[in-house]
C-alpha cells in the first residue's frame, strides 16, 4: 500500500517525481482549511506538506491520526505548532537552505530598483512618458550606486549570511547583528573558481542601525515589532529598509510616517503584518517598493525544496 502525501500548498515536479520513483502517492490538490481533517482522514494521508498559506494547528494535529509528518517547504514554521505535534509523535520538518539565495537575491532586486527609483519610474512611465519624458528623466536622475555604501543585516541565519555575500559582490560593507551567531565566515564562490573570504563579527542593533545606509531583515516571526519608531530614529536620514523576512516585524504605520516625513527615502517590502490583505496606505506609497511575498518563489529554489522535502520523507516515512 502506497503512502500518501498530500502537498496542500504545491510541491515541485522534481519532488513529485522522486517520490513516486520511490512507490510513494503525491497528492498536490488544494483542499480548503476548513476541509483539511476530512480529507485527511477520508484518504489515509500519512504526510502533509505546506508552505506558508496552510495552517497545520492543534486542531488537524488531535484529530488526523495517521498524520506522521508534517513539511514546510521553506524556512519559518510559524504556521505549524511544532512542538505540539513533536510531543504527538509526529516528524516535523522544513528546508531551510533551499530558498535562501533566492531570497538574497529578492533583497537586492528592492535595493537595486529603489536606489535607481525603478519601483516608482515602472509606474509613471505608462501614464506619463510619451508626454512628460523631460520631466521624468529629471525626477528619476538623483539615484544612487550601491558599491561603497553599508549594508545592515538584522538576523544573520542562511538567508542572512547569502545577503551578506551578495553585498560583499557587490563592493558594499556589510555590518550584521545576531543574538547567537557572534562571528561568521562568509565564502564567496566566484567565477572561474576564485574564492574570497570575509570574516564578520555581530554588532549591537543600535550601533547597525546608525551606521547603515540600508537594513534588511532576516528574522523569524516575533511577539514584538524588531524595527519600530525607536529603531527607525536611529536609522540615517534617507536611508533605506528591506523586509523579506516576516510581517509583523516592523510596525508598518511608523514606517509609513518615516516614509512620508523623509526620514527614510525608500521600504521594499516582501512580507506584510495583515497577509493576505495588506494595509493600502503601504501597498500605494510611492516610496515603496512592492511584491506578495515571493522571496522563495523561483523555480530554482521550488526545486530545491521539492527534492528536499521528498528525501526527507522518504527517510523518516517508510
Known sequence: MKIKVLANDGISDSGVSLLES??????????????????????????????????????????????????????????????????????????????????????????????????????????????????????YAKGSELKGKTLGVIGFGRIGQETAKIALGVGMEVVYCDKYIDSANIELNLAQNNNVSFKLNSCSLEDLLKQSDYVTLHVPAQNDYVIGQKEIDLMKKGSG????????????????????????????????????????????????????HIGAATTEAQDRIGIELANQIITLVK
Open 241 to 292: 529598509l528591506i523586509n523579506a523576512a516576516r510581517g509583523g516585524v516592523v510596525d508598518e504605520l511608523s514606517l509609513i510616517k518615516s516614509l512620508d516625513n523623509g526620514k527614510l527615502a525608500f521600504a521594499g517590502v516582501d512580507t506584510f503584518e495583515n497577509e493576505p490583505a495588506p494595509s493600502i496606505k503601504l501597498l500605494m506609497n510611492p516610496r515603496v517598493s512592492i511584491t506578495p
Open 22 to 139: 520511490k512507490n510513494y502517492e503525491v497528492i498536490t490538490e488544494n483542499v480548503p482549511q476548513d476541509n483539511l481533517i476530512e480529507y485527511i482522514n477520508n484518504n489515509n494521508v500519512s504526510c502533509l506538506l505546506v508552505r506558508s498559506a496552510t495552517k497545520v494547528r492543534k486542531d488537524i494535529i488531535d484529530n488526523c491520526e495517521n498524520l506522521k509528518l508534517i513539511g514546510r517547504g521553506g524556512v519559518g514554521m510559524d504556521n505549524i505548532d511544532v512542538e505540539y505535534a513533536k510531543g504527538k509523535g509526529i516528524h516535523v520538518i522544513n528546508t531551510p537552505a533551499a530558498s535562501s539565495h533566492s531570497v538574497a537575491e529578492l533583497v537586492f532586486s528592492h535595493l537595486f530598483s529603489c536606489v535607481r527609483f525603478l519601483h516608482d519610474s515602472n509606474r509613471n512611465m505608462p501614464l506619463d512618458g510619451d508626454t512628460n519624458f523631460k520631466s521624468l528623466k529629471k525626477n
